[in-house]
């Protein structure tokens, strides 16, 4: 059977959820700010063609921004956790698998949908509808081939959200016009050197014979050379950038009905996250839990997600793990099935950055442990060494000046319709 | 902070708490009744009055245009977006960026949004006013007892 991988993300998925519910904010510039306020994450065209650049301090732009009309929120991830939710609960209907890549970023599998370009706009056309989110969706052989079309998608209204790189002969013209650093895995400092052997374009890259390819980029770029080609590499790992954050997920291998296995299952996401997350040099603000039920059993169904913020942004696994166990816990509830669980983290910074906290100090000897088990799993295998117990301290506050109510989470924060 | 303990909305869940269970006969002392052997699955309102949890959202009425479709100020409403507009809806609509409730009404061989309170009269929009509709409401709670 021929493979067909999708991509599909949320146009500015985080200034899209406020939109939602906020409808005074469609069609106006927004923006939306990183924890504590500190830079810009998210932009709608709107602010982009204001000349707003991602990640710009906010205390930089305010002042001008504000005068010219434009929104901006503080991050809500409660909302945006909610609505990640959603938006995957309608991809499961319409695709065989859905792997959660990022907060606003889902690969799918579409290989037995009989056309699947239309397969994917009915599913756009529902998740729009269904949840008030925009999504574009790009198709393709290899998962880089999907990513590809989906930065594709993006770029060219008429294409009206959907691109198709399934035909080899619409593949070759489209990949023509889409720039090599656009390219799923090639960085700035890849595409300096691709262009100094005359490559500039990613059907360039795609016609690049394998073994240069090896030579130039190494393993990972050979690989890359190859999806783009249409050959499907199985072995490819390419962790988000580290702006887009780092999620974790999988179905189990035989359904959960106790709190104790969804605790252990949520640890090992955690724990696993934590990897990523020192393996990037990032730190992050919050962590985000969920589980669901699968929609294929005839059972009674349930998804939930939920979110705890550090007092400082972490990348200590055992405080990943012990937070994770905290939000499994609070969320569980007994007669349910499960099938699937995950974390995720977002918004994640350069440890550098991170604003200390005066009451929570944490302790250097805890970035020591980090180094030395990474070291360890590096040198026997993974999971050689890893946190056992966790410890359920109560959870701590975040201030967020401009954040939007938790709409979809909170009774005493949902919205308000007027009938007047 | 309990984020989703105390406030989570029982949209996709309920607590185990809240559920009824039916028992197939009345309390009684001495000997148990044998019908208590099948007691029957909770009862779960959740499941009641949300057919499609994923474009299910809750929203808080403010007002009293929706009277006589006894829809009450103070009451919760629940909005899905799955479903195609029909007339008699009684609909969330964005009317020139504010969220109202209105009924979907056909009038003239056109479908027109109006109130549902013979005091207001009936709704008025400009040529230039824009109105969508965000979603059907299926559902609206209002609460008879205020619990502590």
Redesign the interface.
């Known amino acids: 059977m021929k493979r067909v991988y999708a991509l599909s993300d949320g146009n500015s998925f985080y200034c899209s959820c406020e939109r939602v519910f906020d ?2 904010l ?1 069609d106006k510039p927004v923006v939306v700010l990183s924890n504590n306020d500190g830079c810009v994450v998210a932009r709608t065209p709107e602010a982009k063609a204001m000349g707003i650049p991602m990640g710009v301090p906010w205390f930089e732009i305010r002042d001008s921004y504000l005068k010219a009309g434009g929104k901006v929120r503080s991050s809500n991830y ?1 909302l945006y956790g909610d609505m990640s939710r ?1 938006v995957n ?2 991809y499961e209907r319409f695709a065989d698998e859905v792997e959660v890549y990022s907060i606003d970023e889902s690969f799918l599998d579409l290989s037995r949908a009989p056309d699947p370009e239309a397969h994917a706009r009915v599913m756009r056309d ?1 998740v729009l ?4 989110i925009p999504t574009c969706v790009g198709l393709g052989p290899t998962r880089v081939l999907a990513k590809a079309a989906n930065h594709l998608a993006k770029k060219r209204a008429e294409m009206g959200g959907v691109c198709d790189l399934t035909d080899p002969e619409r593949r070759a013209a489209l990949l023509a016009t889409l720039a090599i650093e656009d390219v799923w895995g090639i960085g700035r400092a890849l595409s300096a050197r691709l262009a100094a052997h005359g490559v500039r374009n990613a059907a360039q890259l795609a016609a690049m014979p394998p073994k240069s390819a090896r030579q130039i980029l190494s393993v990972t770029g050979e690989r890359i050379v190859l999806e783009l080609s249409g050959v499907h590499c199985s072995a490819l790992e390419i962790t988000p950038p580290a702006k887009k954050g780092i999620a974790v997920t999988r179905s189990f291998g035989r359904p959960v009905t106790t709190l104790a296995e969804m605790e252990e299952a949520v640890r090992t996401h955690a724990v696993r996250a934590g990897e990523k997350l020192r393996r990037n040099g990032r730190a992050a603000p919050h962590i985000q839990v969920f589980y669901f039920t699968s929609r294929h059993r005839n059972a ?5 997600s ?4 550090f007092p400082v942004a972490t990348s200590d696994s055992m405080a990943l793990a012990a937070a994770a166990c905290r ?1 499994a816990r ?2 569980w ?3 349910f099935i499960y099938a699937k669980s995950g974390v995720m983290l977002e918004g994640l910074i350069d440890p550098a950055d991170a604003v200390p906290d005066l009451w929570h100090t944490p302790d250097p000897r805890r970035a020591e442990l980090m180094r030395a088990m990474d070291a360890v799993n590096m040198r026997y295998g993974r999971n050689m060494l890893a946190p056992a117990g966790v410890t359920y301290q109560r ?4 201030k967020q000046d401009l954040r939007s109510p ?15 | 902070m309990e984020m989703m303990l105390r406030g989570a909305i029982p949209l996709m869940q309920v607590d185990p708490a809240c559920l009824v269970p039916m028992m197939g006969a009345k309390v009684c002392a001495g000997f148990p009744s044998p019908a208590d052997d099948y007691i029957e699955e909770a009862l779960d309102p959740s499941r009641l009055i949300i057919t499609n949890p994923v474009s299910t959202f809750l929203w808080r009425v403010t007002g009293c245009s929706m009277i006589e479709r006894g829809i009450l100020d103070g009451d919760f409403v629940v909005v899905d977006r799955s479903l195609t507009v029909k007339v008699g809806d009684v609909v969330v609509a964005i009317i020139d960026g504010q969220p109202s409730l209105k009924v979907v009404k056909r009038r003239a061989g056109r479908l027109v949004l109006d109130f549902a309170n013979k005091a207001m009269g009936h709704l008025q929009l400009d040529e230039t006013s824009e109105a969508i509709v965000w979603g059907v409401v299926t559902w609206s709670l209002t609460q008879h007892r205020k619990l502590s």
């Open positions: 409808p005074s469609i409660a959603r609960a309608v529902t509808r269904w949840t008030g009674p169904q349930r998804s939930v939920g979110i705890e913020h939000v609070r969320l509830a007994d007669g959870p701590w506050s975040l938790r709409w979809t989470t909170r009774l005493d924060e949902v919205p308000t319709v007027m009938a007047r």
